[in-house]
């Protein structure tokens, strides 16, 4: 069908253009698509088995985690499900003992808790070195008869916290508890990168974590988390606490408010008064116990929340958290490597093609707000739809896309550059460079058709040229006209506008389209001004040349603002872009009505008010040839005198009203310059003005 895109049409032209540059361009590309492919897919970590952190886009990638992680983070009540028995600071002072806690102190703690009727006991403590009370810590943990999961921890895993000897005392204090409801259960949490954002590795050989062997031993769900080593799923507190936490939509800061987990004092479980005992018990009963210290400056960890927060809670908070998760179910799906693969892909992919459709800003921002929405908003729709973005490379996408569409496109604007430098150059000699340059870039300027714009119109004649040409060999008149077209062809560009057409030796030109510019009134008021200039240059030009020749006359310039229809005129097989309309006529009478006016270059009222330059004088009104109304005309004097301007322009005005002071003021001004015909021309036509204030020409 005719005039119907080509299938592919959107990508082709671009894509000829990547096909058509040097091999050490495409070389370039290829290997920065690679590039491209790569931080897509390993912007957290790079490729082995150590994980080490990607340089620049890891710590982004963490960042934006952290982001996704508090703000889908579901606010909640305080969970009563599990309670913290902790020691701090003050119930160390109160002990009379630094840290660790007296394990006499942690074994009359236990004994009460086993009556109390919990589901399970964790203790977050290591008991690497002997104290005099181990026997009877021993002994009471032998005799528990509800579950308890007891620190551990080893060298390999836990090289900054123990040493070899540590772990040999550790390793009897555990094998002590043989046979008992205490088993070892490991500690260990992921800091990997600075924060406990997952759940940590399985390491043949060491014991569960200590959640998972408290929900095994109570026969809670921990099934389901068999082999599970991702995300935390951290949940915020409705109501926070005093020590920093946030608070819920409903508080303010620093209220005295619940914490997530209802925290007891260890010094709540010794010496207890058996009549305290009953509502000691009821907080107890059929929850999971953590039992650690909450110690200022020591053992604590940060988590996705704290970049917001600033806090850093215990381990032991912690330890809850993956009981609670494991409660709740909410076990994270993970994404495999081969998706991510196909995301990573996939981008690239979207990159290239993007690159490729070299559509025009208007179009291409919207497209490039959707795919920044999509690479931003994807990993918080996953986030929230439970599925673990821990290592979602949403940071790597975007820089990946940027690079691999900054690649693709430089190496089209490389293969296109001779072409364009040539195109370029071929439209320069009608039209400026910045208008060829659009044009280039959006063909579907060329199109028939036209648009009514407002444009500012040059046309120019050179006076009695055609006579000449009568008497000289034509060789010499091409010669001639050439040069002086060549001549007038150069102001006209290099004052930004379009060249219409030559009419002979007449030049039409406009400024205001196809691109209007704020200061096109200045650049053609500056152009018809030069161009009268260059026509006395290439009557000298041809004086110095042959003085046999007839003299050239002078160049004569009319100039209009209004408005024409612009566009391209024509058929399939040839079509010219040119402008239509009453300005341009306008323009022409004026150029004509130089001769009677013995003037050069003529302007309307309409065009001077646009120029933003100050060497117009008046030159009063007349009706035009073939015109009915009339024209108030202005001509380009720069050296002119700024108070005869001044008397000139207050005679235009009170030519109506006051012929007579207007006269006066014209010849007033016209005495001062006695070599200057077009005023003189002026004082006769101010003394045959109709009822309208105007001079009838023709």
């Known amino acids: 069908m005719k005039g119907q895109r080509p299938r592919g049409g959107f990508i082709s032209k671009g894509w000829r253009a990547v096909r058509e540059a040097g091999t050490v361009q495409l070389c370039m590309t290829v290997l920065l698509v690679l590039a491209a492919l790569f931080i897509a897919r390993f912007s957290w970590t790079l490729p082995g088995e150590t994980e080490e952190p990607t340089p620049l886009t890891n710590a982004a990638e963490l960042a934006l985690y952290d982001m996704r992680a508090y703000l889908a983070a579901d606010i909640v009540e305080q969970d009563d499900r599990i309670v913290l028995v902790v020691y ?49 810590l021993i002994e009471t943990l032998r005799a528990m008869e509800t579950p308890v999961a007891v620190g551990y921890a080893n060298v390999a895993t836990n090289a900054a916290d123990i040493v070899y000897e540590q772990q040999v005392f550790l390793d009897e204090f555990m ?111 059929g929850k999971y116990v953590l039992i650690g210290g909450d110690i200022v400056d020591y053992d604590r960890v940060e988590t996705p929340f704290t970049s917001w927060t600033g806090f850093e809670p215990a381990g032991l908070s912690v330890h809850g958290e993956i009981i609670a998760q494991m409660l709740d179910g909410q076990r994270l799906t993970p994404i495999p490597p081969i998706l991510l693969w196909a995301m990573a892909l996939l981008v690239v992919a979207s990159a290239v093609l993007t690159a490729l459709l070299e559509w025009p800003a208007r179009r291409l921002v919207p497209l490039l707000l959707v795919l920044a929405v999509l690479f931003i908003g994807i990993p918080f729709w996953l986030h929230m739809r439970n599925v673990d973005t821990y290592g979602l490379p949403a940071v790597g996408w975007i820089v990946g896309w940027i690079v691999a569409y900054t690649a693709v496109t430089a190496a089209a604007r490389s293969a296109g550059a001779a072409q364009r430098s040539f195109a370029q150059g071929a ?27 407002e444009i500012y119109v040059l046309f120019s004649d050179l006076e009695g040229f055609t006579k000449m040409s009568h008497a000289i060999e034509p060789e010499m008149v091409a010669r001639l006209l050439n040069r002086y077209l060549e ?98 006529n306008t323009a022409a009478r004026l150029e004509a009505a130089n001769k009677p006016l013995q003037s050069s270059v003529m302007a309307s009222r309409e065009f001077i008010a646009r120029s933003d330059l100050d060497w117009w004088r008046a030159m009063g009104r007349v009706v035009l040839r073939g015109r009915a109304r009339p024209v108030d005309i202005f001509e380009p004097a720069p050296d002119f005198p700024r108070a005869d301007r001044q008397k000139l322009a207050e005679a235009a005005d009170c030519a109506v009203d006051d012929q007579g002071r207007a006269t006066a003021l014209v010849d007033q001004v016209a005495a001062g310059h006695p070599d200057d015909p077009a005023l003189h021309n002026y004082a006769n036509r101010i003394r045959n003005l109709n009822e309208e204030g105007a001079y009838v020409l023709g």
């Open 88 to 136: 701090d600071d003050q119930a160390l002072i109160n002990l009379e003992q630094r840290s660790p806690l007296p394990r006499d102190a942690l074994a009359e703690a236990l004994g009460n808790l086993d009556t109390m009727g919990a589901k399970a006991i964790g203790i977050d403590i290591l008991f690497d070195q002997p104290q005099a009370e181990d026997a009877e």
């Open 487 to 584: 001549m007038l062809s150069k102001v006209v560009l290099d004052h930004g506008g379009v060249i219409d057409k030559f009419v002979g030796d007449a030049v039409v030109a406009f400024w205001g389209a196809p691109i209007a510019r704020p200061d096109d009134g200045t650049r053609a008021a500056q152009a018809g001004y030069a161009i009268w200039q260059a026509g006395e240059d290439f009557r000298r030009e041809v004086a110095a040349m042959d003085p046999e020749l007839p003299p050239i006359g002078k160049t004569r310039v009319g100039l209009h603002f209004g408005e024409a229809v612009i566009g391209n005129f024509g058929g399939d097989t040839r079509i010219q872009y040119t402008a239509l309309g009453d300005s341009m």
């Open 175 to 285: 094998a002590a508890l043989e046979g008992s409801n205490a088993r070892p259960a490991s500690i260990r949490l992921d800091e990997q990168f600075g924060a406990t954002r997952k759940w940590p590795d399985i390491v043949a050989g060491l014991p569960p974590l200590l959640g998972r062997a408290m929900l095994q031993d109570a026969g809670g769900p921990a099934e389901r988390f068999a082999g599970y080593e991702g995300g935390i799923e951290y949940r915020r507190a409705l109501r926070a606490g005093p020590e920093g936490q946030e608070t819920g939509p409903d508080r303010t800061q620093g209220e005295l408010q619940e914490p997530l987990f209802q925290s007891l004092s260890i010094e709540l479980f010794l010496d207890l008064d058996p009549t305290v005992a009953e509502f000691v018990a009821q907080e107890i009963e």
């Open 427 to 453: 439209l320069g000699k009608y039209i400026p460079r910045d208008i060829a340059q659009a044009i280039i870039e959006q063909p579907e300027l060329l199109s028939l058709g036209g648009e009514k714009r």
